[in-house]
């Protein structure tokens, strides 16, 4: 037999030690893979020097001490931790900082997870910039928290959302985003100013007629007429709470960064003009009685008084769309932003 007409069995026997050698290789590769996904609890923002307690969790095999946890951020205190739960204090100065999380086991592939925290400045102005300041504000007798004020028709309204911590959550649960973009409460929390409330409110009408609920004295919670009131103040034309008010939702958002970066979520059909200085910020909202966190950078909505059976109405923006309007949803299972509104120049008032 001559060499070329070996040479095709040359090649057929080399390939089949290739695909041994292959298989060889698998049947000894025993490594496995960890179940799960692995996460931890750092917040999305926090003020200078804030301390928390940050743990690993998600992996459900390996269990136990057999998982090695290792934390590691640069400029944070400490920088490097093995452990599965620590107390870490974030960097003194306000900026973007990350840390990862690697999760090791002897015989299995290690996994990680890296997240980023934004320190972020302690005082609003200096927080949110670009908000449009008016001269006039008050300061809440509950907190001392100062709060931003102009008039609209026949109201008063807040031009910033309501962030006391009497009632109702902050986004994800984080203290720094409250100050940012106020606290979240259910229709039934914003009308009573109860945590947990007693009894369910009925809902209430008229212009300037609101209830205080959970803003402060002198203040209430608006009703559609108040709503109505102020569309048709911005827009000059008479406006009706079950309008749409298409074309006004610019008018009212405002284009402000924290730290250099955009809180709204950019999109050429809603441009964010604040023409009206009303600030509207995207505080996004919670559902599943306050378990659930959505929307945070692209939508926002505020509770009104009035109602349809279990179905609350609010008004709402979204990032992508020039209108400023209305829906309802479940009273006691959604948390929404308040604004505070009560009648133009007769001072302090008192709203039970």
Known sequence: MNKKSLLPYLFIFGLFLLVFAGCKDDDEDDTLYMSGTLSFNLPNYAFPGDSFLVEASGITAPQGDSVVYTFKGEYFTPDSVVAKSFQVKVPETTGSYSMTLLATAEGYSSSSNTRTLKVIPEEFLAMVQGFDVPDDSIADPRDNKIYYYRSYGNLDWFVQNLDWRGAGITYSNEEALGYMTGSLYTWNQALTGEDAPSSIPAPVYGLGQGPRGVCPPGWHVPTPEDWADLASAVSGTH??????????????????????????????????????GWNALPAGYASMSGTDFEGFGQTAFWWSTGADG????????????????????????????????????????TNE
């Open 239 to 276: 406006k009706v709470f079950l309008d749409p008010w298409s074309g006004l939702a610019e008018g009212f958002s405002l284009d402000a960064t924290v730290n250099g970066n955009k809180i709204w979520k950019y999109h050429p059909d809603n441009e964010k003009t604040n023409t009206t």
């Open 310 to 349: 279990s179905q609350g109405y609010y008004r709402f923006i979204h990032y992508a769309i020039n209108r400023f309007s209305y829906a309802s949803t479940d009273k006691s299972a959604v948390y929404a932003s308040v604004r505070c509104v009560r009648t133009t120049g007769v001072g302090p008032q």
